[in-house]
């Protein structure tokens, strides 16, 4: 792993995601943070050392095609496909809808077919598990083979992920971003 890199993008994370207040989270729970990683994953100059950091910290897995549910996994996703491009490889992104559209193909998973690949589902963080074994659920059910769960920060989906006995791979956690 390119120690540069994930060091760039650890400062971009606290300079950027990191709002501290008073905030409701998805799960319904309270917390003195919120971590948000759009602020990152969507901008020009954090959004490819994302896909990099991304890249290695999955190094380990065989993978072809990334992808989430939409909206936190789909600029994830989209950063690793361009970093893995800028590095000499093939790698397809594709969005898991929310529910499946009612016209047109009616499809749930957008993008390249994924029936019978091996994929990796992605968030940007993760504090129940539930958007990405949301993802797990409708890959598999397209027919794809999943791999592991990886997301950039880890903030509690780890329990669920064992439970579930997905692979769970993630760059940083709350220690990481001193929020421990």
Same mark, same amino acid.
């Given at each position: 792993?390119? %120690?540069?890199?994930?060091?760039? @993008?650890?400062?971009?994370?606290?300079?950027? /995601?990191?709002?501290?207040? #008073? $905030?409701?989270?998805?799960?319904?729970?309270?917390?003195?943070?919120?971590?948000? &990683?759009?602020?990152?994953?969507?901008?020009?100059?954090?959004?490819?050392?994302?896909?990099?950091?991304? @890249? %290695?910290?999955?190094?380990?897995?065989?993978?072809?095609?990334?992808?989430?549910?939409?909206?936190? /996994?789909?600029?994830?996703?989209?950063?690793? &496909?361009?970093?893995?491009?800028?590095?000499? #490889?093939?790698?397809?992104?594709?969005?898991?809808?929310?529910?499946?559209?009612?016209?047109? &193909?009616?499809?749930?998973?957008?993008?390249?077919?994924?029936?019978?690949? #091996? $994929?990796?589902?992605?968030?940007?963080?993760?504090?129940?598990?539930?958007?990405?074994?949301? +993802?797990?659920?409708?890959?598999?059910?397209?027919? +794809?083979?999943?791999?592991?769960? /990886?997301?950039? $920060?880890?903030?509690? /989906?780890?329990?669920?992920?064992? #439970?579930?006995?997905?692979?769970?791979?993630?760059?940083?956690?709350?220690?990481? &971003?001193?929020?421990?």
């Amino acid at each position: 792993m390119n %120690d540069d890199v994930r060091a760039a @993008l650890l400062r971009q994370i606290k300079d950027k /995601a990191v709002v501290h207040g #008073r $905030v409701t989270l998805s799960s319904g729970a309270e917390a003195d943070f919120y971590i948000d &990683l759009r602020r990152v994953t969507l901008d020009g100059e954090s959004a490819p050392l994302a896909g990099q950091v991304m @890249l %290695d910290a999955t190094a380990h897995l065989d993978y072809d095609a990334v992808g989430g549910l939409t909206l936190g /996994a789909d600029p994830v996703a989209t950063s690793m &496909l361009h970093a893995a491009a800028a590095r000499g #490889r093939h790698l397809d992104a594709f969005v898991v809808r929310k529910a499946g559209k009612a016209h047109g &193909l009616q499809r749930r998973i957008e993008g390249p077919d994924v029936a019978g690949r #091996r $994929v990796l589902i992605v968030e940007d963080t993760s504090t129940t598990g539930n958007s990405p074994l949301t +993802a797990v659920e409708a890959a598999r059910q397209a027919g +794809a083979e999943v791999v592991a769960v /990886a997301t950039i $920060v880890e903030r509690g /989906a780890a329990v669920a992920m064992e #439970r579930t006995g997905v692979p769970y791979v993630y760059a940083f956690d709350l220690s990481d &971003l001193d929020l421990t």
